[in-house]
């Protein structure tokens, strides 16, 4: 019987699977995945609804490039919020989410046999991306409590071999938003080996406090060697719309955009339409947007001290790691099934975010995502408190 290729063979089912069945079955509240549990703003879901209903153009294929009024709405928010000069006719490519821009960026800027440098712990899918590409994944570890880089570690990784590096800011797990002096060592070190960078900043908006999100496209020299990668599933709240896109320039663009045309050729044409109303909203959107997570990231922090567990105040994402080693004795699988069926509460062992040679660094780590209803996380606080008794 013909069976899996020896490519995705190893890949082996997603730890998210593992802990959504395991919460389900306990009817644990699901701090696991980044999954709002609310619906994205009223407005934006009507201008989807209008798209669907507007004629039969929406209901047909995009252009492979994204719809022109997204493109549009894309190159004007990078103008907006960071003064970036995107072109919207060649810089711009929407895809199926952040996943498949990241997956199309790889296939299309990446050789069989270049190394690609990703700090750790990273999104889930970047190594199989890299692994179907066919090129090699060198590791950086963020050092726990403070999740910062060893600037000689990093440097070490860097050699003639070197094509690009993936950089997410604001970062998933750890919630680290790089600074501006830890984006200037790596675009140096960038330029010094002529390193292309996919930088994914799927969290951009996702900032709180003096935290500065800053695209590493935005350094001196950086935009020609950077493409960036961002998506609407966070910034308004509708992960199930799968709209993302890659800005850069024109030259790095078209190669994301040829391996782009033969993965998906368009992403869903009335959420490209809805996706270019929702990214012109006015300042205050994205403002009020960060108080309501800024609250639900101090529920989520006073529910892990009132549970024990040390946790380093997260400056962007809706992610938070902390340390259980004070209150539970085993690895942080075994923890996240413990919290899971024991305690009622979910979380997500990031481990699988590390290389085997690293994983022993976030051994007593759980990762807990705060995207949910402030009753949800008020019930958890509560669940969560027995861990301390
Ligand atoms: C860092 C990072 N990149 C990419 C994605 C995927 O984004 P999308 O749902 O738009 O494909 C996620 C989603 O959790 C993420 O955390």
Redesign the pocket.
């Known amino acids: 019987m013909p069976t899996m290729s020896n490519r995705v063979a190893p890949f082996g089912t997603t730890i998210f699977t593992e802990i959504n069945q395991l919460a389900l079955q306990h009817n644990a509240i699901n701090l696991g995945q980044?999954r709002p549990d609310f619906d994205g703003p009223a407005d934006v879901i009507e201008a989807a609804m209008k798209a669907l209903q507007n004629g039969a153009v929406n209901n047909q294929y995009a252009p492979g490039l994204g719809a022109v009024p997204l493109r549009q709405a894309i190159a004007a928010h990078a103008q907006r919020f960071y003064n970036l000069p995107v072109d919207p006719n060649a810089g711009v490519v929407v895809t199926?989410?952040?996943?498949?821009?990241?997956f199309s960026s790889v296939m299309g800027l990446i050789d069989r046999g270049d190394e690609v440098i990703l700090i750790e712990p990273y999104?889930d899918?970047y190594v199989p991306n890299l692994v179907m590409a066919g090129a090699t994944p060198i590791y950086v570890p963020l050092h726990p409590p403070t999740w910062t880089l060893d600037p000689d570690e990093l440097k070490a990784a860097f050699n003639s071999k070197t094509r690009a590096i993936i950089l997410?800011t604001p970062q998933?797990p750890t919630g680290r938003v790089f600074t501006r002096e830890e984006l200037t060592f790596i675009a140096d070190l960038c330029k010094e080996h002529d390193v292309t960078v996919i930088s994914?900043e799927?969290?951009e908006h996702l900032i709180f406090d003096s935290a500065q999100h800053i695209p590493i496209a935005s350094l001196p020299d950086m935009f020609e060697r950077t493409v960036t990668?961002s998506?609407?599933?966070?910034t308004f709240s509708v992960?199930g719309w799968?709209?993302?896109w890659v800005y850069g320039a024109p030259e790095l663009i078209k190669g994301v955009n040829q391996a782009h045309q033969f993965i998906t050729f368009a992403a869903n044409h009335p959420g490209q339409i809805a996706a270019a109303y929702a990214l012109s909203l006015p300042g205050t959107y994205f403002e009020e947007f960060q108080t309501m997570y800024a609250a639900k990231r101090d529920l989520m922090m006073s529910a892990l001290k009132g549970a024990g567990l040390k946790a380093r105040t997260p400056e962007g994402t809706y992610f938070v790691m902390a340390d259980f080693s004070d209150v539970f004795d085993g690895d942080d699988l075994e923890f996240a099934r413990y919290l899971t069926s024991e305690v009622g509460v979910a979380c997500i062992p990031p481990t699988f975010f590390y290389s085997t040679e690293h994983a022993h660094m976030a051994s007593t780590q759980a990762r807990f995502a705060f995207c949910k209803s402030d009753g949800m996380l008020q019930q958890a606080a509560e669940r969560l408190a027995t861990l301390a008794r």
Do not use: M, Q, R
């Open positions: 980044g199926a989410g952040a996943t498949e821009a990241v999104f899918s997410n998933n994914d799927v969290y990668v998506s609407l599933g966070k992960t799968k709209i993302g």
